[in-house]
T-cell receptor, first 111, second 114 residues
Framework: QQKVQQSPESLSVPEGGMASLNCTSS?????YFWWYRQHSGEGPKALM?????GDKKEGRFTAHLNKASLHVSLHIRDSQPSDSALYFC???????????FGDGTQLVVKP | ETAVFQTPNYHVTQVGNEVSFNCKQT?????MYWYKQDSKKLLKIMFS???????VNETVPRRFSPQSSDKAHLNLRIKSVEPEDSAVYLC?????????????FGPGTRLLVL
């Protein structure tokens, strides 16, 4: 069973719009969460990490974590065509370095 | 800025051949990983090495074998490739922390098996 589930599978937003990506996990041992972004032809790159409940904002990107519900989200405001990419949610436990990745959300920002 | 390097970028081979991919990281990390990304873009962990010791070995076919000469290098050898091995192979590295360390990925090696 997939430990990290993402939704939606794909998302299309207009340039300047808000993109919202969601992620839930089924393992209450997960303590640490990330959003990774992968542009076509490249490897994934960590976009944001979030380890505490609440919001974490970095520029146009805001991550939200609710550990009680094992839900993490990523909101991208003022979306740009360069934000078009595959976004992965990832989670890990306290005790080891293995990261579990979701299946990804394909974001397309249309000019 | 790239700090995890992979060679080759792309490799085409035929069924039954042996291939080898190289990975080097300049981040000073102790842990390195190999992932397989299939045509659906799913990321699947294959191996991880911590200071040259294998610490994760997912149920991959025996024809796959990781090779490490030091903590900065982790290569992947595939003996007798199969068509289903066509994929992107991603190398990553991280510090050996208690689960909270970010993994840094290379650009990947794209393998096509004819």
């Amino acid at each position: 069973q997939q430990k990290v589930q993402q939704s939606p599978e794909s998302l299309s937003v207009p340039e300047g719009g808000m993109a919202s990506l969601n992620c839930t996990s089924s393992d209450r041992n997960f303590q640490y969460f990330w959003w990774y972004r992968q542009h076509s032809g490249e490897g994934p790159k960590a976009l944001m990490s979030i380890f505490s409940d609440g919001d974490k904002k970095e520029g146009r990107f805001t991550a939200h974590l609710n550990k009680a519900s094992l839900h993490v989200s990523l909101h991208i405001r003022d979306s740009q065509p360069s934000d078009s990419a595959l976004y992965f949610c990832a989670a890990s436990e306290h005790s080891n370095n293995r990261i579990f990745f979701g299946d990804g959300t394909q974001l397309v920002v249309k000019p | 800025e790239t700090a995890v390097f992979q060679t080759p970028n792309y490799h085409v081979t035929q069924v039954g051949n042996e291939v080898s991919f190289n990975c080097k990281q300049t981040l000073g990390h102790d842990t390195m990983y190999w992932y397989k990304q299939d045509s659906k873009k799913l990321l699947k962990i294959m191996f991880s090495y911590n200071n040259k010791q294998l610490i994760v070995n997912e149920t991959v076919p025996r024809r796959f074998s990781p090779q490490s000469s030091d903590k900065a290098h982790l290569n992947l050898r595939i003996k007798s490739v199969e068509p289903e091995d066509s994929a992107v192979y991603l190398c990553a590295s991280s510090r050996p922390g208690q689960g909270r360390d970010t993994q840094y990925f290379g650009p990947g090696t794209r393998l096509l098996v004819l």
